[in-house]
């Protein structure tokens, strides 16, 4: 092998580093399995990239990677097709070469794992990493009015013989705007790396309609008995969760429902937020809207209040976190959590995260991608940033105008391979 090192002083530290990189490689198995376990996903894939042994050691997958900060997925790259991937920590971008995102919008995340949907509604269940992929029955139609959309016209965009840009104009532009707009969230129960039993939830539709579907299902199964503009979706302690958005009375209804041959929603009596109620304690403030998130943070179901003010732009102004107390009926206004960190936005599952782990991730905050996909033209794509809960105050953590893109809005991915 030829040898880079140089004569004198400076040779005789060189080589004293070839001798310890020799000794690195010559690790028995089991204590390179062991130190796989410090490693966050990109260092393991470095990692196994060292020499054939440490490649084979990486693949046996004895230990789980390190807790992993979520990336941003990003858009697709238009001259080579890769999907474009933003490291927080590292400030640094990754682009992945993996087919099954070509020309896919990202209507879900959990667990590692990407919901995919064409212009064509093919609809699949990706892991990028690893390459797993479960083929999604096409999600329901909207409402009655669309079945001949999807029952007729769907397949006859299918046979279609050309794809290029001529081919059923009309109904092209039909199917792009479902593909952008038809799921607005999906969820897992579980992980489908470490569990074959695994449950996927939809928000789909004009009214945010919920539906699930199972490994061996041919369709998705609509849940019945719940209210029109479901905001959001969470599982927690073997139950699905859902929230409306605020009503008249400015509260948010929850409700709950299991998965099964006949599924029924019920309402949770609680009520969070209400005018009026001491718990209440965040002051006024002008906000034009507010949406809603689940998050199960420190065991616990919490209900987290986005405000958002609408001028020339649609920016985010504050979040404010309640513990939501199922058995009592209650709930409470949080200042702060603990020291952690909640990733939220768009379609993805929220992402808790123990800073203490990541020096560069900030404590008791919130970060958030952007709402205005869909509206960017009237108030561009630039609210996203992390909140600060103890100063109040927002910071960004990427270029204002990242976000326009064509297909999707970006969402938080958490590597899993």
Not at 35 to 54: E, G, K
Not at 161 to 172: C, F, K, P
Request: with cysteine; aromatic share 12%; hydrophobic share 35%.
């Amino acid at each position: 092998m030829h040898n880079d090192c140089v004569e004198g002083e400076n040779q005789r530290k060189v080589c004293d580093s070839c001798a310890l990189m020799a000794n690195w490689l010559e690790l028995p198995d089991d204590m390179l399995e062991h130190l796989t376990s410090f490693l966050p996903i990109q260092d393991y894939h470095r990692f196994s990239a060292v020499c054939r042994n440490w490649c084979i050691v990486a693949k046996q997958k004895r230990y789980c990677p390190a807790p992993q900060i979520p990336w941003l997925a990003l858009g697709e790259t238009k001259d080579i097709k890769k999907r474009k991937f933003y490291n927080i920590m590292e400030k640094r971008h990754y682009y992945l070469d993996v087919p099954q995102l070509h020309g896919k919008v990202l209507c879900g995340s959990s667990y590692g794992w990407l919901f995919t949907l064409d212009r064509k509604l093919n609809f699949h269940l990706v892991n990028p990493l690893s390459r797993e992929l479960y083929d999604l029955p096409p999600p329901p139609p909207f409402y009655e009015g669309h079945l001949d959309l999807f029952e007729h016209d769907l397949l006859r965009y299918l046979e279609a013989e050309s794809d290029d840009e001529e081919a059923h104009g009309d109904l092209r532009e039909i199917f792009e705007e479902l593909q952008r707009c038809l799921v607005v969230k999906a969820i897992l129960d579980y992980d489908p790396s470490t569990r074959s039993d695994f449950t996927a939830v939809i928000l789909y539709g004009e009214d945010n309609t919920p539906a699930f579907w199972r490994p061996g299902h041919d369709a998705w199964t609509a849940i019945t008995g719940l209210p029109r503009c479901l905001e959001d979706i969470t599982f927690f302690e073997g139950k699905f969760y859902t929230v409306r958005s605020p009503i008249a009375d400015n509260y948010s209804p929850i409700y709950t429902f299991e998965v099964g041959t006949d599924p029924k929603a019920t309402k949770v009596k609680l009520q969070v937020p209400w005018k009026g109620d001491p718990n209440y304690i965040i002051e006024d403030r002008t906000r034009n809207f507010s949406t809603n998130y689940l998050v199960l943070l420190f065991g616990k179901l919490h209900l987290v209040e986005r405000f958002v003010e609408t001028s020339e732009h649609r920016l985010t102004t504050e979040f404010v976190v309640h513990l939501l107390d199922l058995e009592g009926n209650n709930y409470s206004t949080c200042r702060h959590i603990n020291g952690h960190a909640i990733f939220l936005g768009g379609s993805s599952s929220p992402v808790i995260i123990d800073p203490s782990q990541f020096p560069n991730c900030m404590k008791d905050a919130i970060y958030f991608t952007d709402l205005a996909y869909g509206h960017s033209e009237l108030y561009g794509a630039e609210d996203h940033g992390i909140f600060d809960m103890i100063g109040n105050s927002i910071v960004p953590y990427y270029p204002r105008d990242v976000f326009h893109h064509t297909l999707a809005a970006p969402i938080w991915f958490t590597p899993n391979s």
